[in-house]
């Protein structure tokens, strides 16, 4: 099965910045099978973007999720002092499901 | 709406068995619309998907802990459960519940987590 590496590990922004996250698998994934996911201290993920690009319910505009193959991104346009937190990126495989290992978005 | 919410010890002995429940509301846990999932997290570190069951009883396990895990459904209580056996310290983590619309490929519900220590 495909193994996510998430890149960079942390990242050290201020608000208003325009953030783009790497997720990158060791074989090709179907977009229609991979995720993201916000995580706060002490709080359960949350779902961001399925499907490569589509945002969960409630998820405002300024994320957005795109990539094909072995390369995806998720981007935030404009950063509020409430994106500041871990992110990570998921796949479907066809009987494993993997998570990248993360990445730390921290106030600058 | 849906909500899920986790529950079970704090504290396991090694080599005993770690058993959670997920008790879900706003749903049935015997409907065609859900997969119902356990994920964990070891303190300071990534996510851990466990495994997943469909309403069917179909069963969907990590391969790195598949000869240890049994997630099943009890649709009378509305909820479904976890059992890992002959856990170890490395067993130690945050242990949640989850669930995944049929047609949607991806956690969108999460119950809020249950922290598991493993220790004598």
């Known amino acids: 099965e495909s193994v996510l590496t998430q890149s960079p590990g942390t990242l050290s922004l201020s608000p208003g910045e325009r953030v783009t996250l790497s997720c990158r698998a060791s074989?090709?994934?179907?977009?229609?099978?991979l995720a993201w996911y916000q995580q706060k201290p002490g709080q359960a993920p949350r779902l961001l973007i399925y499907?490569?690009?589509s945002r969960a319910t409630g998820i405002p505009d300024r994320f957005s999720g795109s990539g094909s193959g072995t390369d995806f991104t998720l981007t935030i346009s404009r950063l509020q002092p409430e994106d500041f937190a871990v992110y990570y990126c998921?796949?479907?495989?066809?009987?494993?499901?993997?998570f990248g290992q993360g990445t730390r978005l921290e106030i600058k | 709406q849906l909500q899920l919410q986790d529950s079970g010890p704090g504290l396991v002995k090694p080599s005993e068995t770690l058993s959670l429940t997920c008790t879900v509301s706003g749903a049935s846990v015997s409907s065609s619309s859900y997969y119902w999932g356990w994920i964990r997290q070891p303190p300071g570190k990534g996510l851990e998907w466990i495994g997943t069951?469909?309403?069917?009883?179909?069963?969907y396990y990590n391969p790195s802990l598949k000869s240890r895990v049994t997630i099943s459904v009890d649709t009378s209580k509305s909820h479904f459960s976890l059992n890992l056996n002959s856990v170890t310290a490395a067993d130690t983590a945050v242990y949640y519940c989850a669930s995944r619309q049929q047609w949607l490929v991806g956690f969108d519900c999460w119950g809020q987590g249950t922290l598991v220590t493993v220790s004598s």
């Open positions: 074989q090709s994934v179907s977009s229609s099978y």
């Open positions: 998921q796949q479907y495989g066809t009987s494993l499901i993997t």
């Open positions: 069951i469909y309403y069917s009883g179909s069963t």
């Open positions: 499907g490569g690009s």
